[in-house]
């Protein structure tokens, strides 16, 4: 699991995992929901480790979150380009999305 805090390092995790399929946590050290959701991130991981997990502080990010209106909002990358992004304290809806895109 990759930290991302500079539209920099998002470019770079976005290039580091374009082979794969790489999902993206957008939060904020603010936002409640987003640590609830963090627990379950991390466990949800483990299950589907096939796909590249980041984390990314929005406070910090410009271009990077653009698209992101709520937190958390979770995205999925496949070869570097956006495929699904959904928003909210949900564990079951980001198992069942991590799901659909292992």
Not at 12 to 30: E, H, I, M, P, Y
Not at 34 to 57: N, R, T, W
Not at 71 to 92: E, I, L, M, S
Request: charged share 25%; proline share 2%.
């Amino acid at each position: 699991m990759s930290g991302i805090r500079t539209d920099d390092e998002m470019e770079q995790f976005l290039f580091k995992t374009r082979k794969d399929t790489a999902v993206v946590n957008f939060g904020s050290s603010w936002c409640t929901h987003c640590h609830e959701m963090f627990p379950h991130m991390i466990a949800l991981s483990k299950l589907f480790d096939s796909l590249k997990y980041g984390v990314a502080q929005v406070d910090y990010l410009s271009e990077g979150a653009q698209g992101v209106e709520y937190t958390p909002t979770f995205a999925v990358y496949r070869r570097g380009k956006k495929v699904d992004q959904f928003f909210g304290a949900n564990a079951q809806q980001l198992h069942d999305h991590l799901w659909l895109h292992e």
